[in-house]
């Protein structure tokens, strides 16, 4: 017996239901990649069993400011240093225009 297709929205909104996520104002605007790594990041947080900062670095949890250091540094690591890393095509037809205030 084959069981009945769930989609990834309802699997969303079901991880939503069971983890008691409050979701952001700007959810909708959010690629389902991006939905689920809140979703997870929300998990994580919620598997703490402390915010002391003493039993926060025990148990492995990076600050934001750390992880991109440590992101910063395994670049470096990497290529050696950041004018080394090399470009990313993009694209360069559209014109910037600073906002007028």
């Keep these: ?4 297709f769930i989609s990834d929205e309802d699997q969303i909104s ?9 979701i952001p104002k700007n959810w ?3 690629r ?7 979703i997870a990041h929300r998990m994580l947080l919620d598997g703490r069993t402390s915010t002391k900062h003493s ?7 990076l600050s934001n400011s750390q992880l991109e250091r440590r992101r ?5 690591s990497s290529f050696g240093s950041l004018d080394e890393v090399p470009p990313k095509r993009g ?6 225009r600073k906002k007028q205030d």
Excluded: C, H
């Design 14 to 22: 079901q991880m939503i239901i069971d983890y008691n996520i409050t």
């Design 91 to 96: 694209v360069f037809s559209r014109v910037y």
């Design 1 to 4: 017996m084959t069981e009945p």
């Design 55 to 61: 039993d926060m670095k025990e148990e492995g949890w």
């Design 28 to 30: 909708d605007e959010y």
């Design 32 to 38: 389902t990649a991006q939905r689920l790594e809140f």
């Design 72 to 76: 910063r540094r395994e670049v470096l």
